[in-house]
């Protein structure tokens, strides 16, 4: 085997928060959270999201996004809206129409329109 992403981790201060939001947001299944209550393992078919309890506060933006691919992007920006998203913007670009949403620690992601989803 190459390489893979096994998952991607996003820092946090509310775990519990944060595992709501993602698990029905991504259709993920919460793990366990570790002994010490700070870190729990988000599992899908495709990737895991991870979540940390950070040190510190977050204060570090974009320095990493999701980019989440939808058929039926307006469905989707509703939807994550009503689990708690923010919206923060809407790119039409014809080439490329995507919705900046944040979820409820502010970490911005993309809702990207797409014919297919690969």
């Given at each position: 085997?190459g390489?893979?992403l096994?998952s991607?981790?996003?820092?946090?201060?509310d775990l519990e928060?944060m595992?709501k939001?993602?698990?029905?947001a991504l259709?993920?299944?919460?793990?366990?959270?570790s002994d010490?209550?700070?870190?729990?393992v988000l599992?899908g078919?495709?990737?895991n999201?991870?979540?940390?309890?950070?040190?510190?506060p977050?204060s570090?933006?974009?320095?990493m996004h999701?980019?989440?691919y939808?058929?039926d992007?307006?469905g989707?920006?509703?939807?994550?809206?009503?689990l708690?998203?923010s919206?923060?913007?809407?790119d039409d670009?014809p080439?490329?129409?995507?919705?900046?949403?944040?979820?409820?620690?502010?970490n911005e992601?993309?809702?990207c329109?797409?014919t297919?989803?690969d």
């Amino acid at each position: 085997m190459g390489i893979r992403l096994g998952s991607v981790v996003i820092n946090c201060s509310d775990l519990e928060a944060m595992t709501k939001f993602w698990a029905a947001a991504l259709d993920l299944t919460p793990g366990p959270g570790s002994d010490d209550g700070r870190f729990r393992v988000l599992r899908g078919p495709r990737v895991n999201v991870s979540l940390q309890v950070a040190a510190s506060p977050v204060s570090a933006r974009d320095q990493m996004h999701f980019d989440l691919y939808s058929d039926d992007q307006e469905g989707e920006v509703q939807r994550l809206v009503g689990l708690g998203a923010s919206y923060v913007r809407h790119d039409d670009d014809p080439r490329d129409p995507y919705v900046v949403l944040a979820d409820p620690e502010g970490n911005e992601f993309c809702v990207c329109a797409r014919t297919t989803i690969d």
